[in-house]
């Protein structure tokens, strides 16, 4: 076994070589752009370390059967927990680069057009492979015209792959606890809970009957989530006390952290760039914070997990398992 040196292994050579000044190379030395640039750096290897995860747990979901007895859903809720301890601690970090003045920047701003973060290949490949389809996005338009030609063709391949969206989606939908064998004598056990819910509307809340057969029932082509995915999520956030549900449950739950904590990175980005830049248009060209806000409002990759939240009702009132339910699905999805 050869040495393992520190420097070789970690090829800091390589790493600690990368930081060159453009406010140098124009002889117009700007002492903060070594921080923009060492930031942006620790930002695309967290970045690469978070694809990394996510592209593990896709292979999870990817073969058609996720072993639950095996563990496989422990490990993919393991790894998107890491998912967002990583995000939390770069949601924290826009306070490091807030440590340069909005003086200091423009010192070598102007020295940086076109390059924006809005060319982070690494972030656009998270949001394909999360879910968001080039359809989906705001200002699409736009989207990749700041991309080298080679950049945009490795975007644009990533819409004939799938998105842990829908791997997720194949996955609920082949959820087996809502097949008719378990529910002999229940025979329509989905439109017990339906009349259940129906019951609980409050007088203002009529309509969301129609809802839920939107949702659970016709399906829409505005909703990511199938009807027969949709009940499973369901099933799976009302039983989640019993012991088969509380890992699926868990992981239905990592996802909406991960929205959230996505949106809370964009959330903190936008008020750094208002008090970087003020209203200026950014060096990608886009329209500034009015682009980030609009990506931030509308790329929410699994919020149609929580809108199941409306459907749910007291535990006090759900019909219990049946046994054979219960017996059958120490399952493999
Ligand atoms: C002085 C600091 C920064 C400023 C003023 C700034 C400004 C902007 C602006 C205005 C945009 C919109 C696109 C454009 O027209 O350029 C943008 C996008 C973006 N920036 Fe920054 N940014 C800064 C730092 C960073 C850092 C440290 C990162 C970390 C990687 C980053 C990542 C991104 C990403 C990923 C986008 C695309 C977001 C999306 O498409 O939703 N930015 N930035």
Redesign the pocket.
Known sequence: MSNVYYPDYLQLEKILGAQELESDKNGQHAHDEML?II??QA??LW?KQVLYEVGSVMEIFKDGLVDDNGGELNIAVHRLQRVKTILDV?VK??EI?ET?TPLD?LDF?DMLR?A?????M???IL?ARLGLRMEAR??KQY?TS?LRPDHKAQIEALETEPTLLELVNAWLERMPFLKPEYWTGEPDFFGRLEKLYVASLVPGEEGNAALWRKIFVDGSPERHFSPAAARSALFIMLYRDEPIFQQAFRFLDSLLDLDTVMASW?AR?IS??HR??GL??????????N??KG??DS?HIFSEIADLSSFLFERRKLPPLPERLKKAVGFAG
């Open positions: 923009f930031i942006h930002y695309e970045f770069l970090q826009w680069i340069m920047f701003r076109p924006s973060g809005f060319q982070s690494q972030f656009k949001e705001f200002g989207y700041q964009r980005h750094m760039v970087m830049i200026r248009v950014g060096t990608g060209g886009s329209t500034g914070k682009y980030l990506a931030m790329h």
